[in-house]
């Protein structure tokens, strides 16, 4: 289960569901790169937080 101060999202290039952390401090809407601790592609993430709601992450080539 993902926690409220985590994200999931799914790579583009493997298909394998990634947990991240969220860092508060940067904003309701988020959008960085990172590696793909699995299959090492790059996937740009994208992330929304709402108050009271899950947060929403998903990637795209990187």
């Given at each position: 289960?993902?926690?409220?101060?985590?994200?999931?999202?799914?790579?583009?290039a493997c298909?394998?569901?990634?947990v991240?952390p969220i860092?508060?401090?940067q904003?309701?809407?988020?959008?960085?790169?990172?590696?793909?601790?699995?299959?090492?592609?790059?996937?740009?993430i994208?992330?929304?937080?709402?108050?009271?709601?899950?947060?929403?992450?998903?990637?795209?080539?990187?």
């Open positions: 289960m993902v926690a409220m101060e985590d994200a999931m999202y799914v790579c583009w298909g394998e569901e990634i991240v860092d508060p401090s904003g309701r809407e988020q959008d960085y790169v990172e590696d793909c601790p699995v299959c090492c592609r790059p996937n740009r994208h992330l929304y937080v709402e108050d009271g709601e899950a947060p929403r992450a998903w990637s795209e080539e990187g």
